[in-house]
């Protein structure tokens, strides 16, 4: 699978002094993790779902002040989703380990049937308990009618507790009519005013609090876009 990062954003955003999570205590070299990580749980591939994720994980990570190398990373479930439910599924368990590891985890998912996406939770479900456990998350439900406006906090929100993540703000709600550039611009710079900083609290704590890291295999290079 083609590997590709999203590119970091030209803003220099806020100085917080964060950065991705330390190395192996061994002393080998191994690649550094990205700090944030996006996952899309869209089944189409190349989403309006995902490129609203992306732009949503790149101003963040300038918010918080993350090291923009390595940039954010994106996993697009509907790349491997024929994989997430078959009995050997090699490609979902890298793309675990990737989403495990995030200091931020964005979880993107459209409304469907009023709640997340069914491939979302089948990939959510390959975890058992507290498996996200240490991860910041920032849900993000993509919706074409306003009447589902609660659909992240009724229903994903509760998912990523479940899991052991850690919330801190309420869900990023989008309508189809706020995809465009400006508009998603503006939608998520309104939702960071009120979410900026329980969300830098939160993650500040979670860097302070992880000592250790994940080494990186080289099937996690292709499931990261």
Same mark, same amino acid.
């Given at each position: 699978?083609?590997?590709?990062?999203?590119? +970091?954003?030209?803003?220099?955003?806020?100085?917080?002094?964060?950065?991705?999570?330390?190395?192996?205590?061994? /002393? =080998?070299?191994?690649?550094?993790?990205?700090?944030?990580?996006?996952?899309?749980?869209? +089944? @189409? +591939? /190349?989403?309006?779902?995902?490129?609203?994720?992306?732009?949503?994980?790149?101003?963040?990570?300038?918010?918080? &002040?993350?090291?923009?190398?390595?940039?954010?990373?994106?996993?697009?479930?509907?790349?491997?989703?024929?994989?997430?439910?078959?009995?050997?599924?090699?490609?979902?368990?890298?793309? @675990?380990?990737?989403?495990? /590891?995030?200091?931020?985890?964005?979880? $993107?998912?459209?409304?469907?049937?009023?709640?997340?996406?069914?491939?979302?939770?089948?990939?959510?479900?390959?975890?058992?308990?507290? &498996?996200?456990?240490?991860?910041?998350?920032?849900?993000?439900?993509?919706?074409?009618? +306003? =009447?589902?406006?609660?659909?992240?906090?009724?229903?994903?929100?509760?998912?990523?507790?479940?899991? /052991?993540?850690?919330?801190?703000?309420?869900?990023?709600?989008?309508?189809?009519?706020?995809?465009?550039?400006?508009?998603?611009?503006?939608?998520?710079? $309104?939702?960071?005013? @009120? =979410?900026?900083?329980?969300?830098?609290?939160?993650?500040?704590?979670?860097?302070?609090?992880?000592?250790?890291?994940?080494?990186? =295999?080289?099937?996690?290079?292709?499931?990261? @876009?």
């Amino acid at each position: 699978m083609t590997q590709h990062q999203t590119p +970091p954003s030209d803003s220099a955003g806020t100085d917080s002094g964060l950065d991705t999570r330390p190395g192996p205590a061994d /002393g =080998a070299s191994h690649p550094p993790r990205p700090a944030v990580v996006t996952l899309v749980g869209n +089944p @189409r +591939p /190349g989403s309006r779902t995902l490129s609203a994720a992306q732009a949503v994980a790149t101003r963040v990570t300038d918010h918080l &002040g993350l090291a923009a190398t390595p940039p954010p990373a994106t996993i697009d479930l509907a790349e491997i989703a024929a994989e997430v439910l078959a009995p050997v599924h090699p490609r979902a368990d890298a793309a @675990r380990e990737v989403v495990a /590891g995030a200091t931020v985890l964005v979880v $993107a998912t459209p409304v469907y049937k009023g709640s997340y996406t069914g491939l979302l939770k089948a990939f959510l479900d390959l975890y058992g308990p507290d &498996g996200l456990a240490g991860v910041v998350a920032v849900p993000v439900v993509v919706s074409g009618n +306003p =009447a589902h406006a609660l659909a992240g906090e009724v229903h994903l929100r509760p998912l990523l507790v479940e899991l /052991g993540a850690t919330v801190p703000a309420r869900t990023l709600t989008l309508l189809d009519s706020q995809l465009g550039e400006a508009e998603l611009a503006s939608a998520v710079d $309104a939702w960071l005013d @009120r =979410a900026g900083g329980p969300l830098l609290r939160a993650a500040s704590a979670a860097v302070g609090q992880d000592a250790t890291t994940h080494q990186t =295999a080289p099937e996690l290079a292709e499931v990261t @876009r």
